[in-house]
């Protein structure tokens, strides 16, 4: 009976392991979010308020445009309309950074400051993207291609790693 | 046990260099870029023909004409990054777990495994395209593919595979 005890607690040793959890808690955490901004609901919420935003910011900085629903509509004659999907909200990059910080074995008030820098910096990255892509847009269409398949793909990739490296930094440093 | 542990923990170095290793993983990240994009061209008529046969054997006569397509809209983010990180970490971290050998071999299944994962999902998107299937699951799946997947997945597979000691 004892052994089997022992055994049974033996088997559950693995759940112990920093890494191990490090690892469930970041996959569950993405899984959860995504089924979470997955939902039409939330979807539409933020591609509505993406738009909204998006139109304001550009006619503060004249550049004349109109809002169709998801549609943003270049008001210089050229006919050029933009449309504001999910992948445009900076969303899905935010949800990866919130997973890899959550599990992190650091104190919660970090993380806690960790996930409203990451909300402040993936906002302020992806309006800034967003407001590039129009003036590279209206500028050229074979330019916008490239800029938004590669350039602001690949500056997405490089501003998550810096910033959970930056994060991670921060957290170590101070955590002692 | 415990007492060797706690000794082993005490000989490690305290702090991870993070900004060497961030500085190494921008270098050696721009360097994948640069030859995955030589080598795009290839990749492209590969990945265009994988997709054609895969999505020719499982839809059969309901099989869509899959046009060939601008070699920078094939470019795969995901393998960059994870040989990014894995460069990175080797050449910041000279102490780790298994043999060079096995290290690289690791790498190389795990970029192909990535590769093939891209391949993967854009057939599922076009099978769920091609039956109109609009249920939660299938989008779920491709948005988890497609958008999370080519920046997250390289990440948490580096993390999984090549435990860094940041996280002890």
């Known amino acids: 009976m004892k052994q089997k005890a022992i055994n049974q607690k033996n088997s559950f040793k693995w759940l112990q392991n920093p890494f191990f959890?490090?690892?469930?808690?970041?996959?569950?955490?993405?899984?959860?979010?995504?089924?979470?901004?997955?939902?039409?609901?939330?979807?539409i919420f933020l591609e509505k308020w993406t738009t909204i935003l998006l139109n304001s910011i550009l006619n503060l900085i004249h550049i004349k445009t109109r809002m169709n629903g998801n549609l943003i509509l270049l008001l210089d004659g050229s006919q050029i309309k933009f449309q504001i999907i999910p992948d445009c909200?900076?969303?899905?990059?935010?949800?990866?950074?919130?997973?890899?910080?959550?599990?992190?074995p650091v104190k919660f008030l970090k993380k806690i400051i960790g996930l409203g820098m990451a909300i402040v910096c993936t906002f302020v990255f992806n309006y800034v993207?967003?407001?590039?892509?129009?003036?590279?847009?209206?500028?050229?269409?074979?330019?916008?291609?490239?800029?938004?398949?590669?350039?602001?793909?690949?500056s997405f990739v490089v501003f998550i790693v810096l910033f959970f490296f930056g994060w991670m930094q921060w957290a170590k440093k101070t955590n002692t | 046990m415990g007492k060797k542990n706690k000794h082993i923990r005490s000989i490690q170095p305290k702090s991870f260099p993070f900004r060497k290793m961030t500085l190494f993983f921008l270098l050696y990240f721009s360097i994948s870029l640069g030859l995955l994009m030589i080598m795009t061209p290839?990749?492209?008529?590969?990945?265009?023909?994988?997709?054609?046969?895969?999505?020719?054997?499982?839809?059969?006569?309901?099989?869509?004409?899959?046009?060939?397509?601008p070699y920078f809209k094939s470019i795969s983010i995901s393998l960059p990054v994870f040989t990014g990180l894995y460069l990175a970490y080797r050449k910041v971290n000279k102490v780790l777990p298994i043999s060079s050998k096995k290290q690289h071999l690791t790498a190389t299944l795990c970029v192909v495994f990535l590769w093939l994962l891209e391949v993967g999902s854009h057939v599922l998107e076009i099978i769920v395209t091609k039956l109109s299937i609009g249920s939660f699951l299938p989008n779920y799946s491709l948005t988890l593919l497609l958008s999370v997947g080519s920046i997250g997945f390289p990440i948490l597979l580096w993390l999984i595979l090549f435990h860094p000691s940041f996280l002890d």
């Open chain 2, 42 to 69: 290839f990749l492209s008529v590969a990945k265009v023909t994988l997709v054609r046969v895969i999505t020719g054997v499982i839809l059969g006569d309901k099989t869509p004409y899959i046009h060939n397509i």
């Open chain 1, 129 to 154: 993207r967003l407001v590039l892509l129009f003036i590279i847009g209206r500028a050229s269409a074979k330019w916008f291609d490239v800029a938004h398949l590669i350039i602001w793909q690949v």
């Open chain 1, 21 to 43: 959890l490090y690892i469930l808690i970041t996959i569950v955490c993405l899984l959860l979010l995504l089924v979470y901004v997955s939902q039409a609901s939330v979807s």
């Open chain 1, 89 to 104: 909200t900076g969303i899905y990059p935010l949800i990866i950074l919130i997973s890899l910080m959550a599990g992190f």
